[in-house]
């Protein structure tokens, strides 16, 4: 098959377990990631910037506030799609608001075709139907409330990580980008006689959190999708693309309900539960879920909730920004005359049916990874938490960052756990330097 | 007593409410106490914090870890509760419309604590101060 997609220079392999790959080379050793990062995984180093896998939830805050592109997302390439005889892509809704009010969702996935894959698929459906499910499922479910959404893989990473006992809280039904997968893969085997294996089903990503849900899912055994391209990317080839193809004769059907999802407030703007509210950006998540874990909340039925501060389309491996995408995804939707809410493409009752059937089942329950505590038992971990106040009350509390942790409290837990020195600290240094001079200066006398 | 840590709460601060709850519920998480018992004392923390805050003038929030229990103990001065008893109805709120307003005031707050905590007393002079205590058994 042709192929205009990227290919990555060998020797830049993920760090273990991880979507976000960081290169030395780029990296100058400036604080920006370590202090972005929500669960504070990143210290500098040596002048470079390492995350802890332990911590890592890939949200791509790093990616996002690096100035100097020392990170990137482990996305697919082109020797990824020679392994499959058939190949699919499946792009994010995102990827309709990225080229202006002008352009169709039909005209990009005509382009998309054109980039080399031998089929495409349209997610609004399923998304739709997914709002529809979700409706279902809030109106039979016995709680814990409010039940939080699952679209976000970076929002269940901080959950299982943070807060380990919102497990619970998460809404077990499987993603629409899988379910997609999985249905589109059973089609093919029928309709063209493929084998399973030979059908690649690419997802083209907003973000390296879906990246990561790809590689390693939460809920699945394996993912139904075979890998990712992200849509900056495609973005280049894509342009062209819709440029020399010009409008399309027939567009594909378009789920108008669907596709709001691709910005903060699209998933609940399409369901009947009005008991509902959206929370996007890492500090409001953070927040919100406080809040929720000192039982507060407990009369909202459903949260939508993105690690990215406007859903989708402010991902960080988008290229439109998120201001003028919105702008894209409301004209798409009013151009195509229908509003939110109004006519799911498949029946509810339908949708029901398919719930009671176990259709959207997650198919494994997700767990709980909670952060390390400080010690390997209550005594020892109370002893070290007395140590890390200690150690507080000699930093400066200016969090500035200088010694590579984000925070004071952070250098001081490092400093407890063996991972740093005291003395990193600049102000610490140069309080013990002045001490040092003013010592053989003035010798002390009584 | 492992550790102990004392937290100042104002009366009417409600900019503030909810910290110390989450405060406490980080240092939980550092020594490694299992989420559904820090979610347990959260609520409780968080109810009792609460009431501090639209009942009372200030209070003391000590909070102190057993080798078999986590331990909170609220020393408020205040006016008081004249009558402990109708106080733990469930429903019972002397909250004024203002406070209702903001969402408090169903009058589940104590109840609430006690549920959620396995040691639970409540002692108050009326004119003086309410010392809350409640405990979250370990094991």
Redesign the interface.
């Known amino acids: 098959m042709r192929c205009d997609l990227p290919d990555v220079a060998d020797g830049e392999r993920p760090r273990s377990e991880h979507s976000i790959v960081f290169d030395p080379q780029r990296c100058v050793g400036c604080v920006d990631c370590c202090k972005a990062c929500p669960t504070a995984a990143i210290r500098v180093r040596a002048g470079c910037a390492v995350a802890d896998p332990d911590l890592c939830i890939d949200c791509g805050e790093c990616i996002r506030w690096c100035r100097h592109g020392a990170m990137h997302a482990a996305t697919a390439t082109s020797a990824d799609l020679k392994r499959f005889k058939y190949t699919v892509a499946l792009p994010t809704l995102t990827l309709y608001s990225q080229f202006g009010r002008d352009v169709e969702p039909g005209q990009v996935l005509q382009a998309l075709r054109s980039l080399g894959f031998d089929d495409v698929y349209d997610l609004s459906a399923m998304c739709d139907m997914h709002a529809s499910a979700t409706d279902a499922y809030l109106s039979e479910c016995r709680g814990p409330w409010p039940k939080v959404s699952v679209t976000c893989p970076a929002i269940i990473h901080l959950i299982q990580l943070r807060y380990p006992d919102m497990i619970d809280n998460l809404l077990p039904i499987e993603t629409a980008r899988e379910l997609a997968a999985k249905l589109l893969r059973r089609r093919l085997v029928a309709e063209k006689g493929l084998a399973p294996g030979d059908i690649g089903i690419f997802f083209i990503t907003p973000c390296s959190a879906m990246l990561q849900s790809i590689h390693h899912p939460e809920a699945l055994e394996a993912s139904y999708l075979d890998g990712a391209f992200s849509i900056a990317e495609v973005y280049g080839p894509l342009l062209k693309a819709i440029k020399a193809n010009g409008p399309v004769e027939n567009p594909p059907p378009i789920s108008e309900r669907g596709l709001l999802w691709a910005m903060a407030g699209g998933e609940i703007a399409g369901m009947r539960n009005a008991n509902t509210i959206t929370v996007a950006g890492v500090r409001d998540v953070l927040r919100v879920f406080d809040h929720i874990e000192e039982g507060k909340l407990q009369a909202v039925d459903f949260i939508e909730a993105y690690i990215c501060p406007d859903g989708c389309i402010s991902g960080q491996l988008t290229v439109e920004n998120r201001y003028a995408a919105r702008r894209t995804v409301q004209h798409i939707v009013r151009r195509h005359g229908r509003q939110a809410g109004e006519g799911a493409v498949v029946p509810e009752e339908k949708v029901r049916a398919m719930l009671r059937e176990h259709f959207f089942d997650l198919e494994e329950h997700l767990k709980a990874r909670p952060v390390r505590p400080l010690g390997r038992n209550l005594r020892e971990s109370v002893a070290r938490k007395r140590e890390v106040e200690r150690v507080m009350a000699d930093l400066p509390a200016k969090d500035c960052a200088a010694c590579g942790a984000p925070s004071c409290a952070a250098h001081a837990e490092d400093v407890v756990r063996g991972l740093a020195a005291l003395e990193d600290c600049v102000f610490v240094r140069l309080e013990r330097l002045q001490e040092a001079m003013a010592s053989t200066k003035e010798p002390v006398h009584d | 007593m492992?550790?102990a840590e004392t937290f100042q709460i104002r009366g009417g601060d409600f900019e503030h409410g909810?910290e110390v709850?989450?405060r406490i519920?980080s240092?939980c998480?550092?020594?490694?106490?299992r989420?559904?018992l820090?979610?347990r004392l959260?609520?409780a923390?968080?109810?009792a914090e609460m009431n501090v805050i639209m009942h009372a003038d200030e209070a003391d929030l000590s909070f102190q870890?057993l080798?078999e229990a986590v331990r909170v103990v609220v020393a408020d001065r205040g006016r008081g509760i004249p009558d402990i008893e109708l106080a733990m109805t469930p429903g019972w709120s002397t909250a004024t419309p203002e406070m209702r307003a903001r969402g408090f005031g169903a009058g589940l707050g104590l109840p609430?604590i006690k549920n959620?905590a396995d040691e639970f007393r409540l002692e108050s002079t009326p004119g003086v101060g309410t010392t809350l205590t409640y405990a979250v058994r370990?094991a």
């Not at chain 2, 998480?29 to 106490?33: A, Q, Y």
């Open positions: 492992l550790y909810g709850a989450t519920k240092i998480k550092d020594l490694g106490i989420p559904d820090i979610r959260s609520i923390n968080f109810e870890v080798p609430n959620s370990l």
